[in-house]
């Protein structure tokens, strides 16, 4: 939920790629599968808690991955009103993402980013930020991103992750091999900040690549503390 890397591979194909951070208190997440619910295939490991995903894709041609928090970092409440893993799986299910976003009724729900990958029509990159009062909907342009968390990292942070990916660029081939090295190995050193987060009480968990490349669409998921992988085929 903290780290996410967007690599357009062509016109039509990508690479999205994301790090989850979160306590090493919360209960372990299962392992992507493959699933039908409401007549919809979905594909998403999913959250041992509340049974949502912060990644999925689904045979509707789209991709969700959240992020917590919206522009900037905010003060939990005790209670919210419904889990954003929840709405992730939800939105999977739509048959148009803009008119799904639009009948979201988010009041009483904890701000959130989802980054949201559409191919229908054409490849379309969406971001959307829910700040606790506003939805705010933006197309992005179809070029290398990196998003990370407001709740784990200011503006100045931010723009040294941002850096860290330039530079990565520059150096390595676009392939998913590499971006997975990207969020194991970026960084200076300070696992504070690093890509690969450690700040004791929670730090990275688990990083999930899904890749699309023609009419390939996979995902691979990597339990970090565990170092165990596994690769799923969705079509």
Partial sequence: MCTVTFLPLNKTDFILTSSRDIPFSRE??????NYEEDGV?????????????WIGTSSKNRLICLLNGGFANHISLADYKMSRGLIVKELLKVE?????????DLMGVEQFTLVIVDWNKALELIEFVWDGEN???????????????????????????????????KDNKINQENILKFHHNAGIGDPTIDVMM??????????TSIYKEKNSLGMVYEDVKTYKKSKLIIQ
Avoid: C
């Fill in 96 to 104: 148009n993402i803009y008119n799904g976003l639009k009948a979201l």
């Fill in 135 to 169: 939805k705010h909907i933006k197309n992005m342009e179809l070029e290398p991103q990196i998003w990370s968390s407001s709740t784990l990292y200011d503006k100045s942070v931010k723009q040294l992750r941002r850096n860290w990916f330039e530079q990565w660029q």
């Fill in 41 to 53: 295939k979905l594909s998403y490991p999913k959250d041992g808690k509340a049974g949502g995903s």
């Fill in 28 to 33: 372990k997440a299962l392992p992507p599968k």
């Fill in 198 to 207: 450690d700040r004791k009480v929670g730090g990275t968990v688990s990083i």
